[in-house]
């Protein structure tokens, strides 16, 4: 196992040494707060969780004929499955680390693995979002992600076609989302499409929007209260929120660019599923604790590990348009 020496973290009093450590980069987290959450019990018997969606009856416009009963109808289900997996990672520090060191190593470690934790569900969310059937390519012509060249940027239009996608398939505007600070209970927002946006991107469509005088910033809301975190404004009936988490599909485009994502999203379009008790766990080991494994109380460990999966519930309700950068 690689443990955390003095040879990762060197001696403080080299030269005067602050004790406020620098602020980690983390990119806005953000592809799980518009899902649905449906935990599994713990203990039941399955790691697997089974989605049911009950398909509409055609309207019944066929005027009855007097004292003849109708053949009737039948109800029809979609069944979609997921499959929890486990997810986790851990430090090892040593004894000379912990009682050499001016910093709290072990509290340190805790915060950059909560860190870690949250961006890896926050990816395995992306990916299974980006991974939908419902794609628009821009540029002329475009069919495939490899066909976007250098000049095929986002356009007025692409956000346009998918949202008039996401109305013609019925699909709601979003009322509510998961709390980013308790990162399970839901807070309503003002109903809309929801768009998560590269900052790249961001910035060519609040130009072209603005441009367009269909740009409404953040800044103008009628209530501070309704800007979402991360949230940059809103075109049309959508409402755009900036990650750098969104999906670049490195090198995939035309002569080896990188095709960026962007997605667009109704409510109910996705869910994510976890172990009841098992969602999120952070595990430390102190030294000593790990008996004739460390015969010397040489080292300790933080770690975590999470039960999680994302699925896409319905195909209709979310669109992702993929294009070059500005």
């Not at 090892?92 to 890896?120: C, F, H, P, R, Y």
């Not at 356009?155 to 980013?180: V, Y």
Request: glycine share 8%.
């Amino acid at each position: 196992m690689p443990n955390t020496t003095r040879t990762q973290i060197p001696a403080e009093v080299n030269n005067f040494y602050d004790r406020t450590l620098l602020e980690r980069v983390m990119p806005l987290l953000t592809h799980l707060r518009w899902a649905q959450i449906r935990d599994i019990p713990k203990n039941s018997g399955t790691k697997t969780i089974k989605f049911r969606r009950y398909g509409n009856l055609t309207a019944a416009t066929t005027p009855l004929q007097e004292g003849i009963t109708p053949a009737g109808s039948q109800l029809s289900v979609t069944d979609i499955t997921a499959t929890v997996a486990q997810y986790g990672d851990y430090i090892t520090v040593t004894d000379v680390l912990t009682w050499e060191s001016e910093d709290a190593v072990l509290m340190e470690a805790a915060e950059i693995l909560g860190d870690q934790a949250a961006d890896t569900l926050d990816q395995l969310c992306r990916d299974i979002l980006n991974a939908g059937t419902g794609a628009i390519y821009s540029g002329s012509g475009n069919t495939a992600t490899a066909d976007v060249a250098a000049g095929d940027v986002i356009a007025l239009a692409n956000l346009d076609s998918s949202l008039a996608t996401l109305k013609a398939n019925n699909a709601k505007k979003i009322t509510r989302q998961i709390n980013p600070s308790t990162g399970y209970n839901t807070s309503p927002v003002r109903a809309a499409y929801v768009s998560i946006v590269h900052p790249v991107i961001g910035v060519k469509i609040k130009t072209l929007a603005t441009a367009a005088n269909a740009w409404t910033p953040v800044e103008k809301y009628a209530s501070g209260a309704d800007v979402m975190e991360g949230e940059i404004g809103t075109y049309n009936e959508i409402r755009f929120v900036e990650t750098n988490n969104a999906k670049i599909k490195t090198g995939a485009g035309t002569a080896g660019i990188d095709v960026y994502c962007t997605l667009v999203f109704g409510a109910n379009a996705y869910g994510i599923t976890r172990i009841s008790g098992e969602a999120l766990k952070n595990i430390v080991k102190p030294i000593g604790s790990a008996g004739s494994a460390d015969p010397l109380d040489q080292r300790a460990t933080s770690g975590w590990k999470a039960t999680f999966v994302a699925k896409i519930l319905n195909e209709n309700f979310i669109q992702r348009i993929e294009s070059a950068a500005v």
